[in-house]
């Protein structure tokens, strides 16, 4: 009695474990084989507020700190949203409630809450303004679409903006299926779709799972075998915001033979020096325009007589601007809306005045966090000057670290040329002596310039005129180090009257010199005839627009045919 009761027992156990184990394997299966049946809901999904207006962006939807705004019927769009997916260069100056856009030939400025705004200081009337909402642009729908070519459509059942600019397809579905957040049967859906609905997609296959947007605005994905009637959808995008047009002049017989003028008053213009002509020269740069305060006011050293005879022989005047080796001079006038463009303003009609052929920027002190707003200035003043046929020069460094936010890849894209200031490998703070230039240094020079996206059509290295006499000083067992600059011929006098030697240095490839006297050792690294003429051969090889020199006056008579046969064309 008791066997047969433990049997059924047991067979009781045995049934439910069966039953048990079926039930499992069938979940197991279902979980496997069966797809996801969770419907969720698609805007807790993006983690937008039910009275938020969602962005969909080249069939993308874009989470925005600062959602877009509707004011009075208008859907207006947050500039950070504008700035990183329409466009990069825009700038919003929250201090002035300035906006600015800048393309090649364009600077159009628009002040918040005002229906006025001016494209190349002309005014005109916008339909509708920008507001500044908690330091914030908004810049309405209306304009974005027509100035810059794009799509927008508003979806008002699901408050869900469509922006589109490039190409992309349209399909339709040959069966009923599900919209799923992920390219996967296991992913949640957020609606059921119908045989024959039109979705939009980009070719983005994932998982046999395409990513496709609905025409209520919804982005999730469809398995790709579902889609047919595939139809290609052109969008005419009109606006481009790149520099691409070509200097207003470029040098007819060969390459760029450029010279700075240093000026020190508006006499110095009248010197004899200054008006002595060199076979070869294409472009004068005199220093004439600097900053006499934070304002941006400019103090001005030109001479129309100087212009004057430089174009009776055939030379170019850029007047150099130059921020006074300042940076709080760099950092007002840069970061000022009102600054640049009064700045600006007063350029234009310096180069009216003076029938100035370009301007020459000379920037060598802008700040680390003025980088932006340093090529900012420059959109601004290219499309300025270009409309008055005048060329955009622009100094910089040889590229190293600390000088990366003046952003050579961004300068060589707007200004017309940009001259590698290719000296001072050793200046009069160094700790060692040196050659102010070495070859090893101007190749570097090109070379490093070059890789940050510097057109060689744009490129001129500038090259030294003067070297550098070091003295070092022993006194009490220690060495005091200090320099001089000095013009070729001074530098080798200087040696030569000292009763030193010359050789060649093979690891400067340039003159070396020394002279001993006392307690003092005297080194200079020459500059003459051999340095220059390598340093044009650098020019040839990397085929750059040419050579610019600092400064006029240092440099021996025998360089200027050397120039004129490296650089120009017989």
Known sequence: MYNRRQNKLLKNIFKILSLLIFVIVLATIAKIFLPNFTKIDYRESVDLAQDEIGVNMQLDYIPMTNPPILQE??????????????????????????????????????????????VNNEPLELDLPIYNIDEIAYMPKLFLQDFYGLNFEYIEQTKILDIVKDDYKKASLKSNTRLRKGADK??????????????????????????????????????????????????????????????????????????????????????????????????????????????????????????????????????????????????????????????????????????????????????????????????????????????????????????????????????????????????AGSESAGSVASMSWSNTAIKDTLAEGVPKEKLILGIPFYCRLWTETLENGEIELSSKAYGMNGAYDFIEEKGGTFTFDSETEQNYGEAKEDNKTYRVWLEDEQSVSKRLDLVLEYDIAGAGAWKRGLEKEEIWPILKQKLKEE
């Open 73 to 118: 019927g208008e859907i207006y769009l947050p500039i950070d949203f504008v700035k990183e997916y329409i466009d990069q260069y825009i700038y919003w100056d929250k201090e002035e409630n300035k906006l600015t856009i800048t393309n090649e030939n364009n600077v159009i400025r628009m002040k918040t809450d005002e229906l006025e705004y001016f």
């Open 186 to 427: 296991k992913s949640p859906f957020v609606e059921k779709l119908k045989k024959g609905d039109t979705v939009y997609f980009y070719e983005n296959e994932q998982n046999g799972y395409t990513k496709i947007k609905t025409n209520n605005g919804y982005i999730g994905f469809v398995p790709k075998n579902l889609l047919e009637n595939i139809e290609d959808i052109n969008i005419q995008n009109n606006y481009e915001n790149d520099y691409v047009a070509k200097a207003p002049w470029t040098a007819s017989n060969g390459k760029i033979n450029l010279v700075f003028d240093q000026m020190q008053n508006v006499v110095a213009n009248s010197s004899e020096s200054r008006r002595t002509y060199h076979d070869g020269v294409d472009v004068l740069v005199p220093t004439w325009f600097s900053f006499k305060d934070e304002s941006g006011q400019i103090v001005n050293i030109a001479d129309k007589g100087y212009v004057n005879w430089a174009h009776s022989n055939g030379y170019k005047v850029w007047g150099l601007l130059t921020d006074n080796f300042d940076k709080k001079i760099s950092h007002s006038v840069l970061s000022s809306t009102e600054n640049r463009e009064y700045v600006i303003k007063q350029l234009l009609a310096y180069v009216s005045m003076y029938d100035l052929d370009g301007i020459n920027i000379d920037f060598e002190s802008v700040p680390t966090e003025d980088g932006n707003n340093f090529i900012q200035f420059l959109r601004e003043l290219s499309p300025a000057l270009r409309a008055e046929g005048a060329v955009l020069s622009v100094d910089v460094f040889v590229p190293k670290p600390w000088t990366a936010h003046y952003n050579r890849n961004e300068v060589g894209k707007i200004v017309d040329y940009v001259i590698v200031m290719g000296y001072d490998e050793y200046y």
